[in-house]
C-alpha cells in the first residue's frame, strides 16, 4: 500500500476524499489505526477520524473494532477492489503527466525473494536511486515465497514482483526473464547420494528439508519428489543447508544458493536438469507507473530489448 503524497490536492469521488480511502487501505493492511498512522505519516486521531467519517458517507461499518485488531466486515471486503482501483486511476493521472514532463517519481511495492544471487539487487535500487531520485522503494517479502508474490500481485498489493520456478509463463502475469540457473541436490559429504547425478527414485523415502507451501522450490519438490520423506520445513535456504551438513537431511536449492555454503556437496539431476528461472512480473491487466517500469528495465535485458524496439 503505497502512501500519498498529502501536499497535492484532496481529490474525492462522490464525497469520498482519496486521503479516506488510502486511509482504509492502510487500516486493512495495517489491522490498526496506530500502525496505520505510522505507516501514512498521519496522527493516530487522524486516521481514525477519516475512517469513520467515510463510512458516514457510505453508510455502512468497513471494520470491527476488536479489542486486538481491525477486522474488515463484508462491506468493507466489498470496498477492497473499488477502494485499489481509485488510487490506481489518481496515480495513472499523476503518472502521464510526469511522463510528458520527462520525470520519473513516485512509489513502488515490490516484492522480493530470499537469497538471490544472480541478480545484484542492491546495485538496482542505488543506481535507480541516483538516477531517478524522487522514486522511492517499497521492499516487501512474503512468507509464502513466489506464491505469495502472485497473490499480491493479482490483488494489486503488488505493483510488481521477482518470482522464480519452472514457469515461463503464468496466466494473467507478464513474465520478464532475468537470469537462469539450475536447482541441485545438496547433502552431506558422506550421504549415499552425495555428490552423484540422481533421479527422482533415489528420493523415495529419504529425509528431506523442505520449504514452506508457496515457495517455488516447494513447488517442484511436490511434483517431481512426491515420495520423498519430508521431515521439517523451513524458511530459510541457508538454515536448510545448515541442517543438511549436519545430516538432519537433503535439500533443493538453486546453485547460486548451494555455491555460498559450506559443509555440503551438490547434485545435478541425471536426467533432464531441473530449471530455476529468475524473473520480474506484473499484473497483465494493470499497466506499470512510470517508476515501476523503470525498475523492470533496470533488472531485465529482455524487458530493455523490448521497449527498445517499440520506440520509433
Known amino acids: 500500500m503505497k502512501a500519498m503524497n498529502f501536499d497535492r490536492p484532496i481529490y474525492s469521488v462522490d464525497g469520498m476524499e482519496l486521503r479516506q480511502i488510502e486511509c482504509f487501505l492502510a487500516c486493512d493492511e495495517h489491522r490498526s ?7 501514512l505519516n498521519l496522527v493516530q486521531s487522524a486516521v481514525s477520524t477519516s475512517v469513520a467519517k467515510l463510512e458516514r458517507e457510505l453508510g455502512a461499518r468497513l471494520f470491527d473494532r476488536t479489542p486486538h485488531a481491525l477486522v474488515l466486515t463484508e462491506a468493507g471486503r466489498a470496498m477492497l477492489d473499488p477502494a485499489r482501483s481509485m488510487l490506481r486511476a489518481r496515480r495513472d493521472v499523476v503518472d502521464a503527466i510526469d511522463a510528458a514532463r520527462g520525470q520519473v517519481r513516485g512509489e513502488v511495492v515490490i516484492g ?16 535507480i536511486h541516483r538516477r531517478h531520485p524522487e522514486v522511492t522503494l517499497q521492499m516487501r517479502q512474503s512468507i509464502s515465497g513466489v506464491g505469495g508474490n502472485v497473490a499480491g500481485l493479482r490483488d494489486g498489493s503488488l505493483d510488481i514482483a521477482l518470482l522464480a520456478g519452472t514457469a515461463t509463463e503464468l496466466p494473467g502475469i507478464t513474465l520478464y526473464p532475468i537470469s537462469a540457473e539450475n536447482l541441485v541436490l545438496c547433502t552431506a559429504p558422506d550421504h549415499p547420494l552425495a555428490g552423484r547425478p540422481f533421479r527422482a527414485a533415489d528420493l523415495d523415502g529419504v529425509r528431506f ?14 511434483t517431481l519428489f512426491p515420495a520423498r520423506h519430508p521431515v521439517i520445513e523451513v524458511a530459510d535456504q541457508f538454515f536448510a543447508l545448515e541442517l543438511v551438513a549436519k545430516d538432519f537431511g537433503v535439500t533443493l536449492v538453486p546453485r547460486s544458493v548451494a555455491e555460498r555454503a559450506s559443509g555440503i556437496v551438490c547434485a545435478e539431476s541425471a536426467g533432464a536438469p531441473i530449471p530455476w528461472n529468475l ?8 499497466t506499470p507507473s512510470n517508476a515501476a517500469r523503470t525498475f523492470i528495465d533496470a533488472v531485465s535485458p529482455a524487458a530493455r530489448t523490448r521497449r527498445s524496439a517499440r520506440r520509433p
Open 112 to 127: 522480493n525473494l530470499m537469497n538471490v544471487y544472480t541478480l545484484d539487487l542492491a546495485g538496482v535500487i542505488a543506481d
Open 279 to 286: 524473473v520480474i512480473a506484473h499484473d497483465a491487466q494493470r
Open 209 to 222: 528439508v523442505d520449504f514452506a507451501p508457496g515457495w517455488g522450490v516447494r513447488g517442484i519438490a511436490d
Open 33 to 39: 489505526f496506530t500502525a496505520a498512522a505510522r505507516a
